[in-house]
């Protein structure tokens, strides 16, 4: 396929001057780097460039020779899974003094390299700004000692650099979450759900150290994920006295019959003083203090190993394209800069207004002014620690608000992994707010049969790390219990309702709203919250569960992909779940390196179907000699998994054999992921706020009761691009077709494209979603929270 006319502009501007783009990793490195080189090269092959690695990151820039080497298409295979950095990163001494920089000049000008990628923290993109703002005078210097002619300094004038952030900290200003930190993140939670199942047997007290010198999100975002009891982070050190109030925390909590405690500590933890915690010293205090039997635990380097997780390779994917487009978009006068993303969206950032907020933040820690080094992290950290204060101390009861309203929370439809997540953070938040909590079993269904419960702060502890529902969960809708429900309703006076599930949530929250001239019952606030791994509920653009699903999914490819490499020459059909939205299939492909995806919103034939055949005949030519195929369970009725399987079978006769695999409900199973347990959160205590405030504005004092009639107090909680919206069903019924169960338009769709791109198929790139240049806020607008964790 041609480029798309809108793009033609871009491409030509690449194949005509900038002619080569050098990526380098230089830095600490971190899981998804790979999957950024893989994307940088592999678009830039797409728009005719040459493409150079330069290995051990600066200092092969400065030795050149054969560590600067063009690269081919199959240069990048097999690196998607690999954690680390596959060109290798190193420390360079040499790239500080303006004589390294001569010779780094003199290696990229002898290769025609006038664009280059840099992966790597603040460090790493500060060194390369410095490289382009000296890069004409180191080249008139080499002019005049006659290295190169004068050609040369004309052809080659000008530098474009664009960053990308890879770190585990999550560190740096201007981006919500940098390429590594959610690997980071899940080799974090994997070793404390391990360590709180052998706490438990022993009533035990854990004291995990995690890194981040200088920055807490890790441990902060960790102790979220795990509802530790006490997190000590750098930019927010425990007010004097701290010591007592930990160890009656604990002790309190080991009343409430809790058999373990969990301390996460950063390693740059500091008190008010800017004196460091040590992990050692918290569990030396534990001990001398409570006599609790402690332990310590270090991560250290096993938070930056490993497979990359599914987002991080989207992301690294998703930055490493666009990379690459805006050093296609680059002139000699726009300034070096990051892409990165903001909620959902990709945005380019001038790289040193990043890199000086940055320094702020450290220069606030450095001079005790803890509250602005806060703020300066940005609202996705600022939400992460009000959610996590609000949730883990609890306020005695004397000092909770009253509100005498009940809130009653319940689980529709499938289970997703991170419901149970959303439903302690609800109920947690709600007695804050001084509301009494109930909680329903079985959906609708339990409803309907009175199996309610009032539900307490200590009932939902330890619910952040399980799987599936807890409260039990039914597809049923609440249509043909509506009396049944409004009883219910009466008898134990419902205020407000929140409900959290896939389409039948969505459904059901619609169908109460539209029973509301008959029910007077159903005249309160609701909201719902999506939590499905279909990720198909419309006015969202992610669901609580989907991530969970995407890395089971990812997790099997990477397995099956590694079993063909052995017998070469195979091709693996796999079919993934999703209802009629092909989500899944989609993002599992991009993250897994597909070949091909097929799914129900983009229609395909016969025709579609030789041409990928024929493309996987020329790949066994190559030296890769496997492929990867994702089916979506309703893509197509006639063409099913077995249909394309034999189909391929047969073509593929003498040329490669065939797998198919069903993967099923193991997408559904398995513990959140870090993802899915912050969103679930942090969504679950927005939507508790916004129930409590819609409740003071809807209760009429005369009558003694609650009544909610209009749109905005039945609304759908989601995520859009950069901002958490609420928005009332009764809109969101227009972006709906209710037949396939899906959004009428849905904004994956438009990374179909890199998908392709990336397995080396023609097709055009719709650039007009691509990032602009905006400049770095020290806060966005109050409503824009980003749904990044």
Same mark, same amino acid.
């Given at each position: 396929?041609?480029?798309?006319?809108?793009?033609?502009?871009?491409?030509?501007?690449?194949?005509?001057?900038?002619?080569?783009?050098?990526?380098?990793?230089?830095?600490?490195?971190?899981?998804?780097?790979?999957?950024?080189?893989?994307?940088?090269?592999?678009?830039?092959?797409?728009?005719?460039?040459?493409?150079?690695?330069?290995?051990?990151?600066?200092?092969?820039?400065?030795?050149?020779?054969?560590?600067?080497?063009?690269?081919?298409?199959?240069?990048?295979?097999?690196?998607?899974?690999?954690?680390?950095?596959?060109?290798?990163?190193?420390?360079?001494?040499?790239?500080?003094?303006?004589?390294?920089?001569?010779?780094?000049?003199?290696?990229?000008?002898?290769?025609?390299?006038?664009?280059?990628?840099?992966?790597?923290?603040?460090?790493?993109?500060?060194?390369?700004?410095?490289?382009?703002?000296?890069?004409?005078?180191?080249?008139?210097?080499?002019?005049?000692?006659?290295?190169?002619?004068?050609?040369?300094?004309?052809?080659?004038?000008?530098?474009?650099?664009?960053?990308?952030?890879?770190?585990?900290?999550?560190?740096?200003? *201007?981006?919500?979450?940098?390429? @590594? +930190?959610? /690997? !980071?993140?899940? #080799? %974090?939670?994997?070793?404390?759900?391990?360590?709180?199942?052998?706490?438990?047997?022993?009533?035990?007290?854990?004291?995990?150290?995690?890194?981040?010198?200088?920055?807490?999100?890790?441990?902060?975002?960790?102790?979220?994920?795990?509802?530790?009891?006490?997190?000590?982070?750098?930019?927010?050190?425990?007010?004097?006295?701290?010591?007592?109030?930990?160890?009656?925390?604990?002790?309190?909590?080991?009343?409430?019959?809790?058999?373990?405690?969990?301390?996460?500590?950063?390693?740059?933890?500091?008190?008010?003083?800017?004196?460091?915690?040590?992990?050692?010293?918290?569990?030396?205090?534990?001990?001398?203090?409570?006599?609790?039997?402690?332990?310590?635990?270090?991560? *250290?380097?096993?938070?930056?190993? @490993? +497979?990359? /997780? !599914?987002?991080? #390779? %989207?992301?690294?994917?998703?930055?490493?394209?666009?990379?690459?487009?805006?050093?296609?978009?680059?002139?000699?006068?726009?300034?070096?800069?990051?892409?990165?993303?903001?909620?959902?969206?990709?945005?380019?950032?001038?790289?040193?207004?990043?890199?000086?907020?940055?320094?702020?933040?450290?220069?606030?820690?450095?001079?005790?002014?803890?509250?602005?080094?806060?703020?300066?992290?940005?609202?996705?950290?600022?939400?992460?620690?009000?959610?996590?204060?609000?949730?883990?101390?609890?306020?005695?009861?004397?000092?909770?608000?009253?509100?005498?309203?009940?809130?009653?929370?319940?689980?529709?439809?499938?289970?997703?992994?991170?419901?149970?997540?959303?439903?302690?953070?609800?109920?947690?938040?709600?007695?804050?707010?001084?509301?009494?909590?109930?909680? %329903?079993?079985?959906?609708?269904?339990?409803?309907?049969?009175?199996?309610?419960?009032?539900?307490?702060?200590?009932?939902?502890?330890?619910?952040?790390?399980?799987?599936?529902?807890?409260?039990?969960?039914?597809?049923?809708?609440?249509?043909?219990?509506?009396?049944?429900?409004?009883?219910?309703?009466?008898?134990?006076?419902?205020?407000?309702?929140?409900?959290?599930?896939?389409?039948?949530?969505?459904?059901?929250?619609?169908?109460?709203?539209?029973?509301?001239?008959?029910?007077?019952?159903?005249?309160?606030?609701?909201?719902?919250?999506?939590?499905?791994?279909?990720?198909?509920?419309?006015?969202?653009?992610?669901?609580?569960?989907?991530?969970?699903?995407?890395?089971?999914?990812?997790?099997?490819?990477?397995?099956?992909?590694?079993?063909?490499?052995?017998?070469?020459?195979?091709?693996?059909?796999?079919?993934?779940?999703?209802?009629?939205?092909?989500?899944?299939?989609?993002?599992?492909?991009?993250?897994?390196?597909?070949?091909?995806?097929?799914?129900?919103?983009?229609?395909?034939?016969?025709?579609?179907?030789?041409?990928?055949?024929?493309?996987?005949?020329?790949?066994?030519?190559?030296?890769?000699?496997?492929?990867?195929?994702?089916?979506?369970?309703?893509?197509?009725?006639?063409?099913?998994?077995?249909?394309?399987?034999?189909?391929?079978?047969?073509?593929?006769?003498?040329?490669?054999?065939?797998?198919?695999?069903?993967?099923?409900?193991?997408?559904?199973?398995?513990?959140?992921?870090?993802?899915?347990?912050?969103?679930?959160?942090?969504?679950?205590?927005?939507?508790?706020?916004?129930?409590?405030?819609?409740?003071?504005?809807?209760?009429?004092?005369?009558?003694?009761?609650?009544?909610?009639?209009?749109?905005?107090?039945?609304?759908?909680?989601?995520?859009?691009?950069?901002?958490?919206?609420?928005?009332?069903?009764?809109?969101?019924?227009?972006?709906?077709?209710?037949?396939?169960?899906?959004?009428?338009?849905?904004?994956?769709?438009?990374?179909?494209?890199?998908?392709?791109?990336?397995?080396?198929?023609?097709?055009?790139?719709?650039?007009?979603?691509?990032?602009?240049?905006?400049?770095?806020?020290?806060?966005?607008?109050?409503?824009?929270?980003?749904?990044?964790?």
């Amino acid at each position: 396929m041609e480029p798309h006319p809108a793009d033609k502009k871009l491409f030509e501007n690449l194949s005509g001057s900038g002619k080569a783009i050098g990526v380098l990793t230089s830095g600490g490195d971190a899981e998804g780097m790979n999957a950024a080189v893989r994307a940088v090269v592999r678009m830039g092959i797409y728009v005719e460039a040459k493409v150079y690695f330069v290995y051990e990151g600066y200092q092969g820039m400065v030795d050149g020779g054969d560590n600067i080497v063009e690269v081919s298409w199959e240069s990048v295979s097999s690196i998607l899974q690999v954690g680390g950095t596959v060109i290798g990163s190193a420390r360079c001494k040499a790239f500080r003094t303006r004589e390294g920089r001569l010779q780094a000049a003199y290696n990229l000008v002898k290769r025609g390299i006038t664009n280059l990628c840099v992966i790597g923290g603040d460090g790493s993109l500060t060194g390369a700004n410095l490289f382009r703002e000296e890069w004409s005078g180191l080249l008139e210097e080499l002019a005049e000692s006659g290295k190169i002619d004068e050609e040369a300094v004309k052809k080659y004038a000008y530098l474009n650099i664009v960053g990308m952030v890879g770190s585990i900290d999550n560190d740096f200003c *201007g981006t919500d979450m940098t390429i @590594g +930190t959610d /690997s !980071a993140l899940h #080799r %974090i939670i994997e070793v404390v759900d391990a360590i709180m199942t052998t706490a438990q047997s022993h009533q035990r007290t854990f004291v995990l150290e995690v890194m981040g010198r200088h920055c807490g999100y890790l441990a902060l975002v960790s102790a979220l994920a795990c509802g530790a009891d006490w997190v000590l982070i750098p930019e927010y050190p425990p007010e004097e006295g701290w010591e007592d109030k930990m160890c009656v925390k604990l002790s309190e909590n080991r009343a409430r019959k809790k058999r373990l405690n969990i301390i996460i500590v950063a390693e740059g933890a500091i008190d008010s003083h800017n004196k460091a915690i040590t992990s050692e010293q918290v569990k030396d205090l534990v001990v001398r203090c409570l006599g609790f039997d402690t332990r310590v635990t270090i991560l *250290g380097h096993v938070q930056r190993g @490993g +497979t990359p /997780s !599914a987002f991080d #390779r %989207i992301l690294a994917s998703r930055m490493g394209v666009e990379a690459v487009l805006a050093l296609l978009e680059a002139t000699p006068d726009t300034p070096a800069c990051v892409v990165s993303l903001s909620g959902n969206q990709a945005v380019r950032l001038p790289l040193m207004e990043c890199v000086q907020m940055t320094q702020e933040v450290q220069k606030a820690m450095d001079e005790a002014r803890f509250k602005e080094a806060v703020q300066l992290r940005g609202r996705s950290f600022e939400n992460n620690l009000k959610t996590y204060k609000l949730l883990s101390h609890r306020k005695q009861d004397a000092e909770l608000p009253k509100s005498n309203f009940n809130v009653a929370v319940l689980n529709v439809g499938a289970p997703a992994a991170g419901m149970n997540a959303a439903v302690r953070s609800a109920v947690r938040v709600g007695i804050t707010e001084g509301h009494k909590m109930f909680a %329903i079993n079985d959906g609708f269904e339990g409803f309907a049969k009175g199996q309610i419960k009032t539900i307490s702060w200590g009932d939902v502890g330890g619910w952040t790390g399980q799987g599936g529902s807890i409260l039990g969960t039914k597809r049923t809708l609440p249509a043909k219990y509506l009396e049944k429900i409004a009883d219910q309703m009466r008898t134990y006076n419902i205020n407000a309702l929140m409900v959290i599930g896939g389409f039948e949530a969505y459904e059901s929250c619609l169908q109460l709203y539209e029973a509301r001239s008959r029910f007077e019952e159903f005249c309160i606030p609701i909201c719902v919250l999506p939590a499905t791994i279909s990720n198909n509920v419309p006015g969202t653009d992610f669901s609580i569960g989907a991530d969970t699903a995407l890395n089971a999914i990812v997790e099997t490819c990477d397995r099956i992909k590694q079993s063909a490499s052995g017998t070469k020459r195979r091709v693996f059909i796999i079919e993934t779940m999703g209802g009629y939205c092909g989500y899944l299939a989609n993002m599992g492909g991009l993250a897994a390196g597909a070949d091909a995806a097929y799914i129900f919103e983009e229609k395909f034939d016969i025709r579609e179907l030789q041409a990928n055949v024929e493309h996987l005949t020329e790949k066994m030519k190559t030296s890769i000699q496997r492929g990867l195929v994702l089916r979506n369970e309703n893509c197509n009725e006639n063409y099913t998994t077995d249909f394309i399987y034999q189909l391929y079978s047969e073509e593929g006769k003498g040329v490669f054999d065939c797998r198919k695999n069903v993967l099923g409900h193991m997408q559904q199973g398995g513990a959140p992921s870090p993802f899915d347990r912050n969103f679930g959160t942090k969504i679950s205590a927005k939507a508790i706020q916004w129930i409590s405030k819609k409740l003071v504005e809807t209760y009429r004092k005369e009558e003694g009761k609650v009544f909610a009639n209009t749109d905005d107090t039945v609304c759908l909680l989601g995520m859009r691009r950069r901002n958490l919206v609420f928005q009332p069903v009764a809109e969101l019924k227009g972006e709906t077709d209710f037949v396939h169960r899906i959004a009428k338009e849905q904004w994956w769709l438009k990374l179909r494209p890199l998908m392709k791109i990336l397995a080396k198929y023609k097709t055009s790139y719709d650039v007009s979603d691509s990032g602009q240049l905006e400049h770095v806020a020290m806060h966005r607008p109050k409503e824009a929270e980003t749904g990044a964790i």
